[in-house]
DNA sequence: CTGAAAGCGCTTACAG
DNA sequence: CTGAAAGCGCTTACAG
């Protein structure tokens, strides 16, 4: 590729007849440059369409400008019709975009991808780090705050190391529809929890649990990992081994979604033989059939406010260590 | 932030007794350092934890090692549960990886995004730009390759700039659509079809319409933008203007989703009064009422493909100005 | 308010 | 095979 045409900060200085400190001071909006000075070197910039190099301004500003979104997740679960990720992404983006810094996206399910992560953010290739969601007792974000870079998860960290991170009122959410459940009649109450190395299906099978046990009812657990798939194999292992049960808590909207077409394909009416409630409120719950009950969770919030946090933290300032959102349950015709 | 902690090359070179042009040449893997040198170059850096600053690579280098993947689109669009994108932007991080680069996403929908893709990517901050989508003739790509930036399009670009890009063949999937409807015994077929500034809208129409003629049968023609939404309203339209339809195209799988829903409550039974055959094949498809019928196209395959063309053009390369992939019918139940 | 100069952390001809 | 030196394109104290 060519270098030759760019023009650079020497070019518009010569051009307009002023030091390189003049320029830079101009296209950095210093405002203690003379009126006739900064007209002359705005219209030198114009006229050789000069745009700064980044990379030479972050080798002495330190800073990059941008900030890496990390998913620690196979590609096949991110840009699955999931909608999680890319709800995230949109948060992400926007605070970004209102604050002219760039998204630089990492997947990093194989341990090569992790090893490109790190190696990538540690060399300062980026201002901070998100993690879009952790695995287990995930050591990386760990290791990145330790070395000095800003770091803020989704989802409290569960290896315990006092990262900030934003979080949604999980257990809340799952109770208030499990109460919706008892509160209708339904009594044979199951769930499909999320996986059991993730934040999100700890806490949602937590809520899960404690509710039912509150109102003396038994539980009825199957494990999925948040994918369709997972969600059709678990509904099918609840009808063998609790045929009688008239109520399902699932954990996912995809998940929900792959229930209610396992409960169809055995011959259940939902939600006159069994009820079904989800979670996260994706576009998919309103168009499932019939429309999904589900659990909302502001998954483009989290985004944003784990953006906003980040980059307050970049900036040097100090933030909250842990910011917890709101869920909603959103009654439609499955439960 | 601090810059104190992170040793450099100069820490490493006089940790391990050698030039800084030694270092550099062990760190990047050249092979005419000696073997025990080589050696005691690995040992300072391993023990100083030692990470290349990118930015002064780059400075120097004129290279990034990331690109730009722009979405001239709403933040809706792109991330609605519609699957094109995340479908894209997955294909793009699977080639991107494999060659160890990094994937910078752009929004791009507002004019204010556009300034910025603008500035960033002529700010050679990236080795080369993708555009995901297009609409109608846009600028920008013809802008940026005269600035000498690679560039490679989803999607044969309108303003005929003669860009390199990858696309697939919607005329002839659409045709076999057609086609297998009128096989079937439907006459009075109708399309909803997509935006007529994007190619892929353009291309489906013209595809449906030239099948349909070919066959003595007369168009009856809505009009949507991809987004279920729409797909819902050109579908009411539909039935109010040509309430005998008995088929039905739909350019894309999201909109087929929500014609399905409208024919079910206009008292539509699909396939038996209305066949209904979308366009995409992502996963949502399987999981309608009636599970969709729908012309299957690649789309993680677009995504890497055009990675590859565009490594292959930042490297110096010359490559294929068009690559066209196959598209094909998978039959489920609307049709 | 403006400029000369140092320096950010690398890579790469060029000698030897 | 290795090193001294120049240079990539910026920003920022420091003087004046």
């Given amino acids: 590729m060519r270098t030759a045409g760019r023009p650079t900060l020497e070019a518009v200085a010569r051009r307009a007849g ?6 830079s001071r101009v296209v950095n909006g210093s405002t203690t440059v003379a009126e006739e000075i900064r ?9 050789l369409g000069y745009v700064p190099n980044l990379a030479a301004r972050s080798l002495v500003t330190q800073r990059t400008d941008s900030i890496a979104l990390v998913m620690p997740e196979d590609a096949n679960r991110v840009f699955s019709d999931d909608q ?23 997947l990093a399910g194989s341990p090569a991808g992790r090893e490109r992560v790190a190696r990538y953010t540690t060399g300062r290739h980026v201002d901070g780090v998100l993690f879009a969601s952790l695995h287990a007792a995930d050591p990386l974000p760990a290791l990145l705050a330790q070395l000095g870079i800003p770091v803020v998860c989704n989802g409290r960290p569960l290896d315990g190391a006092g990262l900030p991170y934003v979080d949604v009122d999980h257990v809340g959410g799952v109770s208030r529809a499990v109460d919706h459940l008892i509160g209708t009649g339904r009594r044979r109450i199951a769930t499909i929890a999320g996986p059991s190395d ?23 657990v199957a494990v999925g990992d948040f994918t369709r798939e997972s969600g059709a194999a678990a509904m099918r292992d609840l009808l063998a081994q609790h045929p009688d049960l ?14 209610l077409r396992t409960l169809r394909e055995a011959g259940r009416r939902v939600p006159d033989d069994v009820a079904v409630i989800g979670f996260d409120d994706t576009e998919t719950a309103a168009y499932t059939e019939p429309p999904l009950t589900t659990v909302r969770q502001p998954i483009q919030e989290i985004g944003r406010q784990m953006t906003r ?27």
């Fill in 18 to 23: 002023v030091s390189r400190a003049t320029v």
């Fill in 39 to 47: 007209e002359a070197v705005h219209r030198a910039v114009a006229e």
């Fill in 84 to 106: 999680f990720f890319p709800g995230i992404i949109r948060g992400v983006s926007q605070e970004l975009e209102a604050a002219d810094k760039q998204l630089v996206l990492m």
């Fill in 198 to 220: 993730m934040v999100a299906g700890i806490e949602r099978l937590a809520g899960y649990r404690q509710t039912v046990a509150a109102a003396g009812l038994s539980a009825r």
């Fill in 246 to 259: 008239d109520a399902v808590f699932v954990a996912s909207d995809l998940m929900a979604q792959a229930a």
């Fill in 309 to 335: 946090q980040l980059l307050r933290l970049a900036a040097g300032g100090s933030i909250e260590p842990a910011l917890v959102l709101p869920t909603e349950l959103i009654l439609r015709d499955s439960a």
